[in-house]
């Protein structure tokens, strides 16, 4: 089992806030992990490789970053690495790498120690350190699969053909309870690619406008949201679903203007997907086929 200095965790640790930090979006953590490897001068330890391939690096980092996470400073979901308003407040307070990483490291064991109902070990923070990266982690294996599974998934809708994404945007309105009366063939579409109503006869309002974008990166603006609120009626709602997202002014929008739009990127509308997979007929998950699969839970 290796062992890496504290001073050379916190270096690793600090330099990562400080690349994450202008991404206020945040970072896939593979992209991360590549600047971070790309911006230091790697040990031969840690450039060394596990036989899955992996170098030592990236799992003394994700190691590291737990105690940031449990502190509130690092964001992880679905493979997505952000730093918190909390951790950039910290990042911008403690200048000293060293000095930044032990902070992380108490609020971890205050946060463990609250869990746990006792009082938390803090005599180890007054003492020179020593940060074992573990050859195997519990917490570790569980995010990096989780990332695995969610690049798969995101890989596979983002490459989907449009058109056979609006149908897929409509198999998951009809599990929902709604009425999909009509899908927009190829060709112009005037902004709206599904209407939907509550009851079969769509003699009920409101009337769903949904307009689908299935793009690889390039989130849909404040003028993109816009367009699509000017199709919207005073009895309609709008569901407007995009694999890439949203901008925060296109996000701020909707928020100030209170209108019946829903917003959709990738995460919420996988969230939608699991949630009413048993409503799903054989041929929405024929389209879109998911297996849950089991992991122990980390601690914490």
Not at 84 to 94: H, I, L, N, V, W
Not at 202 to 221: A, F, I
Request: glycine residues 6%.
């Amino acid at each position: 089992m290796a062992v890496i200095s504290m001073n050379r965790t916190s270096e690793l640790v600090h330099k990562l806030f400080f690349i994450l930090i202008q991404e206020p979006e945040g970072l896939k953590a593979r992209v991360a992990l590549e600047r971070l490897a790309s911006s230091v001068t790697l040990t031969e330890h840690e450039a060394g490789m596990y036989q899955s391939g992996t170098r030592r690096f990236e799992k003394i980092v994700r190691f590291a970053t737990i105690d940031c996470v449990k502190a509130g400073w690092l964001i992880k979901q679905r493979g997505m690495w952000l730093v918190s308003d909390d951790g950039a407040r910290a990042f911008k307070e403690y200048k000293d790498p060293e000095t930044f990483y032990r902070q992380a490291c108490r609020l971890c064991r205050e946060w463990k120690a609250q869990q746990e109902g006792s009082q938390p070990d803090l005599s180890c923070l007054n003492e020179p350190i020593e940060v074992e990266a573990a050859e195997e982690s519990r917490s570790i294996t569980f995010e990096q699969a989780d990332e695995q599974a969610w690049t798969e998934v995101e890989r596979f809708l983002k490459g989907m053909n449009p058109y056979e994404f609006q149908e897929v945007v409509a198999d998951l309105l009809r599990a929902m309870g709604q009425y999909v009366a009509w899908v927009s063939p190829p060709g112009k579409d005037g902004g709206i690619d599904i209407l939907a109503y509550p009851d079969p006869l769509g003699t009920k309002s409101p009337r769903l406008k949904v307009q689908v974008k299935r793009r690889s990166d390039q989130r849909v603006d404040l003028d993109g949201v816009k367009s699509f609120a000017a199709t919207i009626n005073h009895d309609d709602a709008g569901v407007f679903v995009c694999t890439s997202g949203f901008t925060k002014d296109a996000e701020e929008f909707v928020r100030r203007e209170q209108r019946r739009i829903m917003l959709i990127d990738l995460d919420r509308f996988f969230e939608l997907w699991t949630q009413f997979y048993d409503k799903l007929d054989d041929q929405a998950r024929r389209r879109f086929p998911l297996t849950p699969i089991y992991f122990l839970t980390p601690e914490g």
